[in-house]
């Protein structure tokens, strides 16, 4: 009698640790229809070196110092690294005391776990950044046989709509756009989970609440770090809420259907003055060419929301 074939979700994070790539983490370490296989990180909040440090305190926050987290790149492919220290702080997890690693640093570049994860894999991978694309466009270009091993990006990133690093980007794409682009024109099944997706499921000062009372440790990290992340959409947005951008995207990756999406032809800007690292959505056809991305344009907030207290309650204080 063969065994019962392996139906969780072969997973690899690319992350910027980063507030709400920690959410991410702790979805994608807890959730048992995934099987977390590796986190690399990138710079991206902030530096390379920080993003990584923080997504192995994450791992060891949420019990799960098994899974091998490399370093990639510290910067885009072009130009210079922009950070996002006003929403982040100046470790990129400001606001809560979390543990130091359990588990070194993989001794790998990250974009070298990624390939040999998704090689080494034995059923195509989804692939999850919740970042700028730079690790993820490298391992495409250095290891062709990747387009066959993996069976969908989910990323976060992007907006069809209006930016929010620049009026016309998305802080992810905008980083590295060539990235980006490079990603976009590689073939592969891509849902892009935008900017007008994640402004649709805003948590609010109540979800902190249930949160902070799962209890320590993870409750109670979770919720501080909350507290901080708040604070910047509260001063920059009008809405009330704060969204978990990366959270998201996690969330498709494992409950497949929760954004729905639409297929377009999509264009990363890397020459406009004012629009590098726009996500250019052909919404209505009017390029008349086939569609390279499936477009997130909207999100059930009620399910997501319902998935996130599922989760993130496994991890209630023993
Ligand atoms: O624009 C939001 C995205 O940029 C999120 O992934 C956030 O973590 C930052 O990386
Ligand atoms: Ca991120």
Same mark, same amino acid.
């Given at each position: 009698?063969?065994? #019962? ?44 070196? #920080? ?13 799960? #110092? ?75 270009? #250095? ?176």
């Amino acid at each position: 009698m063969g065994s #019962k074939p392996d139906e969780r979700v072969p997973l690899i994070l690319d992350c910027d640790p980063g507030h709400d790539d920690a959410v991410a983490i702790l979805l994608a370490a807890a959730d048992p229809a995934a099987e977390l296989l590796a986190v690399t990180a990138v710079a991206g909040n902030q530096t390379v070196d #920080k993003t990584s440090y923080n997504a192995r305190r994450v791992l060891t926050l949420a019990g799960r #110092k098994d899974v091998p987290v490399a370093a990639g790149f510290a910067g885009p492919l072009v130009g210079e690294l922009a950070t996002a220290e006003e929403v982040h702080g100046s470790t990129g997890l400001d606001g809560a005391d979390l543990p130091e690693p359990a588990l070194e640093l993989d001794s790998r570049h990250g974009v070298d776990l990624i390939i040999e994860t998704v090689l080494g894999a034995s059923r195509p991978v989804v692939l999850v950044p919740t970042a700028p694309l730079t690790n993820v466009a490298v391992a495409l270009r #250095k290891e062709p046989r990747l387009k066959g091993r993996i069976a969908r990006i989910v990323w976060m990133g992007g907006a069809a709509g209006e930016g929010n690093v620049t009026p016309a980007a998305e802080f992810n794409a905008f980083v590295d756009p060539e990235a980006a682009a490079m990603v976009f024109s590689a073939g592969i099944p891509l849902t892009m989970v935008g900017l007008d997706v994640t402004h649709q499921a805003l948590l609010e000062e109540v979800d902190i609440a249930w949160i902070r009372a799962l209890g320590a440790p993870v409750g109670t990290a979770v919720a501080d770090l909350l507290d901080f992340y708040r604070g910047f959409h509260r001063r920059r947005y009008a809405f009330s809420g704060f969204p978990l951008h990366d959270a998201c995207a996690v969330a498709e990756a494992l409950r497949p259907g929760l954004v729905r999406t639409l297929p377009m032809a999509v264009e990363v800007e890397t020459a406009g003055r004012w629009t590098r690292g726009r996500t250019v959505c052909d919404r209505w056809g009017v390029w008349e060419r086939e569609p390279n991305v499936q477009v997130g344009v909207s999100i059930d907030r009620a399910a997501f929301m319902a998935y996130l207290r599922q989760i993130l309650a496994r991890y209630r204080r023993a």
